[in-house]
């Protein structure tokens, strides 16, 4: 065999060799890739910035994948975090907010002394507050104006914190001559609901007056008919005690002669308040016989005032 031959011979084993391997890994490579286990390529083996966004499948990398800590704020670009990417219950410190430009005594641009307390007055503190009830609250359906109290008649109109539900209410009772019960043995005559004294001397006559306790009384007066210019009636108030006897607290007469009935009265009463526990009250009236129905008695009035609940 001679040289030729030999090279020949080489050549063409080194060809087919070179076949043989590469269809071994034709076959082989891809029976490798799926024999290598997982995580087998790891961070280290990436060179720095060679992953890009659009090297990642959406949703390939999991919450579970990423270390605590690992994403910082430096790794997230401004504007990317949204109101919706952020869980009800994430529990962010207040620390973590920046607060430049915030303030937390503003409420629709409004500060705190711009609200009433819940104990408030609507009196004086909160008078104004550079609002006009009729534009900015019409929406409401009504006119502060005109349906309801101003402020100034507000604080006149209503009631203190520190009110009282009770009034003063104003009465009148009447003692008709009827009433009258004859003093001693003075004799006086009933007719047509007045009365007149009988016999030559005066006649004197009383009646009870029963008002409620603590009852304040302004003003006496009674019906009279005075036709005599020598001789007149009276009408005399007292209390009655153990202690004072007979107290006269008020007293009128019929000083004007008139052949007509008339009113007469007296607003000056010394111890005007009702006081049951301890006085009893009555109205004692002064007739003369000697005129006979010329000097007449009518019904008596006191006028008296009382706090009603």
Partial sequence: MNRQTVKRLITKGIMTYVAVFSLVLMVAMPAVALIASRNSVNSRAIINGQVKADDIAKGAIRRGKIANGAVRGRHIKDGTIVNADIASDANISASKINR?????????????????????????????????????????????????????????????????????????????????????????????????????????????????????????????????????SRAMLYRWSPASANEPISTVYSNTVTPTWQTVEATSIAS????????????????????????????VRITYEYVSP
Wanted: proline letters at 3%.
């Fill in 100 to 232: 430049i430009g915030l303030n937390a005594d503003l409420l629709d641009g409004s500060h705190a002394s711009a609200f009433a307390s819940s104990t408030h007055s609507h009196d004086t503190s909160y008078s104004t507050s550079s609002h006009d009830h009729d534009t900015e609250y019409s929406a409401i359906g009504h006119n502060h104006n005109t349906d309801y109290y101003t402020k100034a008649q507000s604080n006149t109109n209503y009631a203190a914190a520190s009110h009282s539900h009770e009034t003063t209410k104003t009465e009148i009772l009447a003692i008709p001559a009827s009433a009258l019960s004859k003093r001693g043995n003075y004799d006086f005559y009933l007719e047509d609901g007045w009365a007149y004294g009988i016999g030559s001397s005066p006649t004197y006559a009383d009646a009870p007056v029963m008002l409620p306790d603590g009852a304040v009384m302004t003003k006496m007066e009674y019906d009279s008919y005075d036709n005599d210019g020598t001789y007149e």
């Fill in 272 to 299: 005007p308040i009702i006081d049951n526990t301890q006085y009893g009250y009555f109205v004692q009236m002064r007739m003369y016989g000697i005129s006979g129905n010329n000097i007449r008695v009518g019904t």
